[in-house]
């Protein structure tokens, strides 16, 4: 069967499960061998008495057996079989170093000669013919010459199975390894076209150029290489130019991996650094005299002894390699870093056992093929992580400009329908004042006016600007813990509003300090609340340890609660200037996830319910977690306001002051004074004098 064919079988099988494998009843490793390192005619026959031949298990390396290179080397081994006439065996050698001639019981059944096979390190299948089985007792033996002083012999334990089950099993590997090449020829190719897209990542250049060199060099190995065309030399030139320029390769994808501007190597206290061009043209001269080596002696004996001495000046740079990504792994936690220093760690000691076998070093099949396959796919992995994270800023970026924009329309809206109209007064205004600037008396009412108009034209566009950058923030960028209580003392203006704190002492609040501070501000601060003679505020704490701000405001003109009520509910930004105060407010409700309630009561009452969340910590005891009253009152000193001093004000101030705590500023005497609150003032002097 030829080579294109057997390679198509093999294709199908391999991938519809192996429907062609044969039964393996008659399949036989040889290991015990008997070895002699020099030649001795006649070493062929059967009836030779080989007992004084030294014992050797394959497979191994002959050439620490004592064997030398250019001179004939024998292995003989006895075996018995008993399969059917009708049963074709076959015998499979693991690659062998460099030529080789097979004798069954002293007859000649093939050699890489007659086989065609041209080139060192391939693997044989000869056929077994049944006319010279023996039952009982059959003698192998194998005649083996090679040139290179590393490796001589088998390298693999020789086989003996049914032919179609050991053409089965010889092309399945190679089938294998071909698959391999092609896996990572798609991985360069798929890189080699993000890095057309996305010109300055030239990591993905690099590492796609590593990958199609690698998948390269695993087609050169494999021996479907031949069915394209049979220059074994040439091939092999291709291999080794490979394995030079890999290593280059892989410089420069590491150092755009990382972005390294320099390389820094420490000597004790000293520092010695070193740019990325200075170590990379040195590599790249080392690399290309190995190159040039090769292409001037086109000796495969000699490329041996070139990469013998090329290969140690890799270790110092791939010594650095590892010790920067696992540096990086450590110090900094990158996830592509501690990816790239795993696949590199597991792709250099592939490399060095591989060196190891092939120069004689180790005994064992290596493990080359396997560390490139957990190298392309670990960097790989890393390198489409790095992909994903630039997607997710790029979308991270286009979510802000989006807000940018957002933010931009909603500015210039507000302006269009809050401040055209008061600037076209205000120019309308500067245009009169301009008319009488003889008058000065005239003129110093109309500056003075202009100026207040100007002040509220500024208030506006602040209210504004805000507002719009509310409106594009979806949760805080920043929360703190802090206890509720010391919070909210600290926050509301003492003396300015009436309020009432009924909250756990231990509640603790894990928001934005600055958007609640900003809140209760704007709240106590709201300029539709000064008309309100009356205003109340109870902060509170529910048993899910949730806040309550519940503001209680009182006017006597019943249409002017109505009026301030539709403003603080009607979503219509055309109710004015209040209203943008107002969605202010609602805003910063919304970004800290509270809850907001407006509503009327008994027609005069305006009832205002804020809900935020807090929560209580789970180190308390069980009787403090218990609901704790604690009741403040601050009477305030604005005549806009309710006036302080009530009786029932006076009471609990009284009670809070006989409790040990300090006692309430004395009620403010006016002219307009009540004679109840005239009384209440008279109680709580002469009480603090006693």
């Known amino acids: 069967m030829s080579p294109r ?43 030779l008495d080989d007992r004084g031949w030294k014992q050797i298990h394959l497979p191994a390396n002959l050439a620490r057996a004592g064997a030398r290179s250019g001179q004939p080397l024998w292995l003989r081994c006895e075996l018995s079989l008993s399969a059917p006439r009708d049963v074709n065996l076959a015998l499979h050698l693991g690659p062998v170093y460099d030529t080789d001639e097979v004798y069954l019981n002293g007859q ?24 010279l089985l023996q039952s009982g007792r059959n003698v192998l033996a194998i005649k083996i010459q090679g040139q290179f002083s590393n490796s001589l012999g088998l390298r693999g334990a020789p086989v003996i199975d049914e032919t179609e089950s050991a053409q089965w099993n010889f092309w399945r590997s190679q089938i294998q ?20 897209k996305l010109p300055e990542l030239r990591e ?26 049979d220059s074994f030399l040439t091939f092999k030139l291709l291999e ?68 013998s001495v090329w290969f140690p000046l890799n270790l110092p740079f791939f010594v650095y390699f590892a010790g920067d990504a696992f540096a990086r792994a450590l ?28 120069r004689g070093l180790v005994e064992g099949p290596h493990y080359f093929s396997e560390g490139v396959l957990s190298f392309i796919l670990i960097t790989a992995f890393a390198l489409t992580y790095r992909l994903i994270d630039l997607q997710m800023e790029v979308d991270r970026r286009s979510r802000r400009l989006d807000s940018v924009n957002a933010l931009r329309d909603r500015v210039f809206a507000y302006i269009f329908t809050f401040v055209r109209n008061p600037a076209r007064e205000l120019i309308a205004g500067i245009q009169q004042a301009l008319q009488s600037v003889d008058d000065r008396r005239s003129w110093n009412e109309k500056s003075a006016t202009l100026s207040a108009a100007v002040d509220d034209l500024q208030s506006n566009l602040d209210d504004i600007l805000e507002l719009s950058r509310l409106e594009v923030i979806s949760e805080p960028e920043f929360l703190e813990k802090v206890n509720f209580r010391d919070f909210i003392t600290a926050v509301i203006p003492q003396g300015v509003i009436t309020h009432h704190v009924k909250v756990h002492p231990a509640i603790v609040l894990n928001t934005s300090l600055e958007l609640v501070n900003s809140l209760v ?44 009520y539709d403003i603080l509910t009607d979503p219509a930004v055309e109710r004015g200037q209040l209203w943008v105060k107002w969605a202010i407010v609602r805003e910063i409700i919304r970004i800290l996830a509270g809850q907001m309630e407006v509503s009327i009561i008994n027609r005069k009452f305006l009832r205002i319910d804020i809900e935020l969340t807090g929560e209580l910590p789970d180190a308390l005891p069980g009787e403090s977690r218990q609901a704790v009253d604690q009741i403040f009152i601050r009477p305030r000193q604005s005549d806009s306001l309710s006036p302080a001093g009530t009786p029932e004000a006076l009471a609990l101030s009284s009670a809070r002051g006989s409790g040990g705590q300090a006692s309430p500023p004395l009620p403010r005497f006016h002219a307009r004074m009540t004679m109840g609150e005239l009384g209440a003032y008279l109680r709580a002097r002469f009480a603090r004098r006693r």
Not at 108 to 131: D, E, K, N, T, W
Not at 177 to 196: E, R
Not at 260 to 265: D, S, T
Request: charged content about 15%.
């Open 5 to 47: 064919r057997l390679l198509l079988v093999a294709a199908l099988t391999f991938y519809a499960g192996g429907a062609l494998q044969a039964d393996d009843r008659y399949r036989v490793e040889l290991n015990d061998w008997r070895f002699l390192d020099h030649d001795l005619p006649g070493a062929s026959d059967p009836s």
């Open 108 to 131: 000649l059944i093939g050699s890489a000669a007659q086989s065609g096979l041209r080139g060192y390190g391939r693997p044989r299948l000869y056929g077994l013919p049944a006319v």
């Open 177 to 196: 390894l071909l698959t391999f090449a092609g896996l990572y020829l798609a991985v360069g190719i798929f890189f080699s076209v993000l890095h057309f």
């Open 204 to 229: 993905f250049r690099w590492f796609g150029i590593l990958a199609a060199l690698l998948g390269l060099q695993q087609f050169l190995v494999n021996e479907s290489r031949f069915s394209l065309w």
């Open 240 to 307: 080794q130019l490979c394995y030079v320029a890999s290593p280059l390769v892989y410089f420069l994808f590491h150092i755009s991996f990382f972005k390294a501007q320099a390389i820094v190597i420490g000597f004790g206290e000293r520092r010695v650094e070193f740019r990325p061009r200075t170590p990379g043209l040195i590599y790249a001269l080392i690399s290309g005299a190995a190159a040039a080596a090769i292409l001037l002696t086109m000796n495969p004996v000699r490329w041996d002894g070139i990469i």
């Open 331 to 358: 110090k900094r936690l990158q996830r592509d870093a501690i990816l790239l220093s795993l696949a590199l760690a597991v792709m250099m000691l592939a490399t060095v056992h591989f060196f190891a076998v092939e």
């Open 521 to 564: 501000i704007r709240l106590i601060d709201f300029p539709g609340f000064k008309d309100y003679r009356n205003i109340d505020l109870i902060i509170t704490s529910d048993l899910k340890a949730h806040v309550h701000f519940r503001f209680m405001l009182f006017h006597n003109n019943v249409k002017q609660t109505r009026h301030l």
